[in-house]
């Protein structure tokens, strides 16, 4: 073990400040994560010049270590923005979650889990999870509440909702990955590309092997002949686009310029 | 030391380490002290922050462990400690933990603190010993400790005993200066602004909001009861049920009104954490007009920000969750 041989980060206000705000919002985008790192500096240590993004964080992590927490980053599964979240490492359940949801409703999210886990296309019909109520551990709930609960889930974070289905959203999978691979070692798959955990992705054909539609994107980036990695069959799906956090700024300004006109007319 | 012969975990204790805070904590005999809100530069040899000699045990403990010794045996320890929530049959009453097993609790209760208060829930004691400490109630104290020095020295919080009668605590930034995190990510938290939207409408009229009021004012903001809003959801759940459950709003009956109708009022977290010149502040920036175009609420505003200063000469505000999104 590193024991006292470990290098002690050093942590100073502007770290502190950081991880505060950082645990106040549970889990950020990369381009928030690097405003909130200027502002650390800007109200503690002006004149400093700001450390890069990634060895600051280190720097974090390595005095977070012994604590068994850690600043993870992650990449959301639909469209590759990287997330970062404060995680904690020595548990191995949902506990993030388990001070915030009933026993009941906690079961509710591992049987939702658990079908996200085992579905083909990483999403879960909301029919299918409701369907499951009446085998909830703890005080019985309807249908109806149940609905209520997988909102609350949503609006938390911890699934993503699109069409009446439900998959993991980012942060989830950040928080969880770990525990989800001990808890379903059988029925988790995984990136051919990253090996990290995959929910969504896709999948060849022909040999079965699975890709994070943010690895297919760097994987096949202009390439205009993809070929699966493993089997070399043609890969038969729309390669997406590699995720440009310049282009997001932009339409993201522009967005927010037309909101607060908006907000302002009333 | 005496204190460790109690069996009661006696919350107090955080009140006494805290208030001594600052410039040392004398509960921890021959520890390091190192005051948190000092920009202190930490030394590389330092023992990290839960080092061996932090430990005031109840026993001896012959061992020098070091914690990251074997941390699949600590990890083996948390997992009972969380799955079971129960007193652990493997710890008979009398016999102490060993060091390393009472430092991976202070290690579980920061992080239960710590989310928590991302959730702005209250931190109660009792539930801290129901979730958390479970079997090890006996040593509570100085797991308390030890959580409360790793809140300070790593996140700049103080762990603050605030009602030693309802026995809750709260995160207290430790930080100077406290106000400017709004600026830091502004327009990312749009339930502050709701709520904010309705505090000062309840203060403004200086008595309960009817909810056909407060319908009326969100109504500006496109928020209608029945219809479901992409980043608030269910906006009638959130406040009538859950700002209520954070004890930032009180949803009340109005007393012998039929067909029956209900009234909102500030609700004591919102009291402690919400200053009225805030409220003055939120309200010249929305209508663009000068706080003082309310005039008897911006001396109201005045008088409590005078009443703050004057009770509270050095000590820090309570920390604002609510304004610092």
């Not at chain 1, 469209?79 to 904690?88: E, F, K, S, T």
């Not at chain 1, 059988?186 to 990290?196: E, F, P, R």
């Not at chain 2, 309705?198 to 219809?227: D, H, M, T």
């Not at chain 2, 919400?274 to 929305?286: D, G």
Request: with cysteine.
């Amino acid at each position: 073990m590193q024991g006292s041989t470990r290098r002690m980060g050093v942590m100073t206000d502007v770290h502190r400040r950081f991880l505060q705000l950082l645990m106040t919002h549970g889990v950020l985008e990369e381009w928030d994560v690097q405003r909130l790192q200027k502002h650390c500096y800007k109200v503690h240590d002006r004149n400093a010049t700001v450390e890069k993004l990634e060895d600051f964080i280190n720097n974090i992590n390595s005095v977070l270590e012994s604590l068994y927490i850690e600043i993870k980053k992650g990449v959301t599964e639909d469209d590759g923005r990287p997330i970062y979240a404060l995680v904690n490492l020595a548990t191995t359940s949902i506990s993030k979650m388990a001070s915030d949801f009933a026993e009941n409703e906690l079961d509710l999210f591992r049987k939702a889990l658990e079908l996200i886990i085992d579905s083909e296309t990483g999403f879960a019909s909301s029919t299918n999870i409701l369907n499951l109520v009446d085998q909830l551990k703890g005080k019985k709930m309807r249908k109806k509440d149940a609905e209520h609960v997988l909102q609350k889930f949503v609006q938390n974070k911890w699934l993503i909702e699109k069409e009446g289905e439900f998959t993991l959203h980012g942060r989830a999978i950040l928080e969880m990955e770990q525990y989800i691979r001990e808890t379903y070692p059988d029925a988790v798959k995984v990136c051919t590309i990253c090996h990290s955990l995959l929910i969504q992705g896709q999948s060849c054909e022909t040999c079965g092997i699975r890709m994070h539609l943010p690895c297919v994107a760097k994987y096949f980036q202009s390439n205009s002949e993809p070929r699966c990695p493993h089997c070399n069959d043609y890969w038969p799906h729309e390669i997406p686009e590699v995720f440009d956090p310049e282009k997001e700024r932009e339409a993201g300004i522009s967005k927010s310029n037309k909101r607060s006109l908006r907000s302002r007319q009333h | 030391m005496s204190e460790q012969s109690k069996d009661v975990c006696d919350p107090n204790f955080a009140a006494e380490a805290s208030n001594s805070e600052v410039h040392s904590s004398p509960e921890v005999p021959g520890g390091p002290s190192l005051p948190a809100s000092q920009a202190a530069i930490f030394p590389g040899p330092e023992s990290p922050p839960v080092g061996p000699p932090d430990a005031p045990l109840a026993s001896p403990a012959p061992q020098a462990p070091s914690e990251e010794g074997d941390p699949k045996a600590l990890q083996q320890a948390a997992e009972e400690g969380r799955a079971h929530q129960a007193p652990s049959a493997a710890q008979p009453g009398p016999a102490p933990p060993a060091p390393a097993q009472l430092v991976q609790k202070a290690h579980e209760l920061m992080w239960y603190v710590l989310v928590k208060d991302q959730k702005r829930m209250i931190i109660w004691f009792p539930d801290m010993v129901k979730d958390v400490i479970g079997s090890y109630k006996k040593w509570c104290r100085s797991i308390l400790r030890r959580t409360s020095l790793i809140l300070a020295r790593v996140f700049g919080l103080h762990l603050r005993l605030t009602s030693l009668h309802t026995m809750e605590f709260s995160l207290v930034k430790a930080l100077e200066p406290e106000e400017l995190d709004r600026v830091a990510l502004s327009n990312r938290m749009p339930m502050t602004g709701l709520l904010l939207m309705i505090l000062s409408l309840i203060y403004v009229k200086g008595r309960g909001a009817r909810e056909s009021a407060v319908w009326n004012v969100l109504r500006i903001l496109g928020l209608r009861p029945w219809k479901k809003h992409s980043t608030f959801g269910d906006v009638r759940k959130l406040i009538t049920e859950e700002f209520v459950q954070q004890n930032y709003l009180k949803y009340q009956r109005v007393p012998h009104v039929e067909p029956p109708e209900y009234e909102f009022f500030w609700g004591s977290r919102a009291s402690r954490e919400i200053s009225k010149m805030q409220i003055m502040e939120f309200l010249a920036r929305v209508f663009k007009k000068d706080p003082q175009a309310w005039p008897s609420r911006y001396r109201e505003a005045l008088e409590e920000a005078r009443a703050l200063r004057e009770a509270n000469p050095t000590a820090h505000c309570p920390r604002n969750s609510v304004s610092e999104d």
